[in-house]
């Protein structure tokens, strides 16, 4: 899965708020391993507000599918991302 | 004076959430970070510290510690290092221990209140660039001294429940912990840290009043209290017949409970819990709910407010929400 390209099928304006959602699901997923360095990455995105980034936001829906793909889906529905509810649906 | 608002995190999770957790605590205008001191979670220090590297304002420190674990004068080193890592921003928050964990590692918790005393005494000298040549009935140095130096004072927080140690808390504090979330409770915690502010002749406003409450907010009251049910039903269990008659708990309940959660019968253990115990031992509800009871504890005399464990049935939402609709509502 290319979550760079599903990123991209986001307007701009909505990563802020995407980001923050994908932070929640992330925190409130019950299975947290991953690795360090994916975790580290996270907080210096939250530290340096570039978790908004099109590479932060690429990071964090990857985490966030990887962790919680439902909670990740019902983010996405909630935001009207559908399109990309249903790539990661259908991969 | 606006009401400070201090938050409380347990390391039982990793540390990249709880350092996430601290970053939007500080975003959403809280003051203070409390992070507990368990040697079965995460160590304190380390956690402090990564929380400190990712946060720019935040005060934090250990919420609380105790005199027994660590020998006063590593706590003291500790929490200057810490005060290196974010000078200004560090305070020790050190009580009497806990029991049943203290005897978990086979350590006796003998003169809780000289003990306490005295570590924050050798704390304060040590952190003052002093060599510490110190008596005491529990503790005794012979020349312990730092190789670097604290350009600043570190503030102590004294973690009381009982008279005595609220009494001495108020003398010799910078602030003091108080572990309760009822009016009544709070009003007596305020009242005796009082009593020994005046002792030393110290003004109401030379001691941060804390109550370190159990919180628990939602939207919905019922996903509140739900999740404020397995931290009462701990409280219920470990508190002592007189706390719980001065509630109109029946002792018995709490046996009830006890005996549930030492077989890990928590569905039983949390049925238990009844609405005196929540309303005694915890705040929670929606964020009116919560304004209110908050605003009730404010006039009684605290200076901050800490939100403890579990905070909400979801911790991000609920941190979210005391940043928008509670924290706000004490701006002054």
Sequence with gaps: MD?????????????????????????????????????????????????????????LLEVAAFLDVENTIIALGELKMLNVAAEIIQS | MPLK???EFVPNVPYWKLTAYAMIAEKQGFNNLWVTDH??????????????MFTNKITFGTGVTNPWMVNPVITAQAIATLNELAPG????????GDKTTLEAVGVEMGKPLAAVKEAIEIFRKLTAGENVAYQGEVFKTAGAKFNFKIKNKIPVYVGAQGPKMLEMAGKIGDGVL????????????????????????????????????????????????????????????GSAPPVLEKHGINPGKADEIRAALKTSN???????????????????????????KIAELKKIGIGQFVCGSPIGPNVKQAIDLIGTKIIPAFKE
């Design chain 2, 5 to 7: 608002f201090g938050i």
């Design chain 2, 39 to 52: 040697f079965g979670n995460r160590n304190v220090y380390v956690t402090l510290a990564t929380a400190a």
């Design chain 2, 178 to 237: 108080v572990n309760a979330s009822h009016p009544s409770d709070i009003g007596f915690a305020v009242k005796m840290a009082g009593e020994g502010m005046k002792q030393v002749g110290k003004k109401p406003e030379e001691v941060d009043i804390a109550a370190y409450t159990s919180f628990s907010i939602n939207e919905d009251a019922k996903k509140a209290t739900k999740a404020a049910l397995p931290v009462v039903a701990f409280i219920v269990a």
């Design chain 1, 3 to 59: 979550y760079a390209k599903l990123v991209e099928m986001v307007p701009q304006e909505q990563w802020g708020i995407l980001s923050e959602r994908l932070i929640g699901v992330i925190l409130g997923a019950k299975n947290d391993k991953i690795p360090n360095s994916v975790a580290n990455t996270i907080l210096m995105d939250m530290k340096n507000g570039t978790a908004s980034s099109k590479k932060g936001v690429t990071n």
């Design chain 2, 266 to 292: 928590f569905p039983a253990a949390l049925g238990a819990v009844t609405p005196d115990m929540i309303n005694a031992f915890s705040i929670c509800g929606t964020p009116e709910t919560c304004i209110a």
């Design chain 2, 89 to 96: 921003r560090v305070v020790l928050g050190m009580g009497a």
